[in-house]
């Protein structure tokens, strides 16, 4: 745990929120500062920054967890249905460097997220980057 970190702080118990589920390994919590009613966090216990550094174990604890609070969400709200977002990095708008998946139930017309900065790629060059990441794995 990180003594700076404002989510070790919660898990800690050094700060109060509204917490909706806890186990050994996970915490969820509302956010404060939702985008819609229902919106929750759903973090390891553990310190990590980022989703590639934490072990693959844990993830899947993190994200079983995410799906079953999704679920409870939507149906707490009377939701349409919900995203599950994962920001890394100040550049993705990653504020609390700490992992952290957002569950956002989700309404038909909330203009959350109301566009989606698609394009096309040029003529032969998906098929550089697929290479370049295939041989990153």
Known sequence: MSSECVFCRIVRGDIPCFKVYEDQSVLAFLDIGPVSDGHTLV???????????CPAELCA???????RIAEAAVDAV?????????????????????LHL????????????????SYEYKPGFADKIAAKIRKKL
Request: proline residues 5%.
């Open 78 to 98: 009377d939701a349409e249905g919900y995203n599950v977002l994962c920001n890394n990095g100040r550049a993705s708008g990653q504020l609390v460097e700490h």
């Open 43 to 53: 973090i390891p216990k553990q310190h990590f920054a980022r989703l590639h550094q």
């Open 61 to 67: 604890e993190l994200t079983s967890c995410a799906a």
């Open 102 to 117: 957002h569950v956002i139930p989700r309404h038909s017309g909330d203009n959350v997220f109301s566009r989606w900065p």
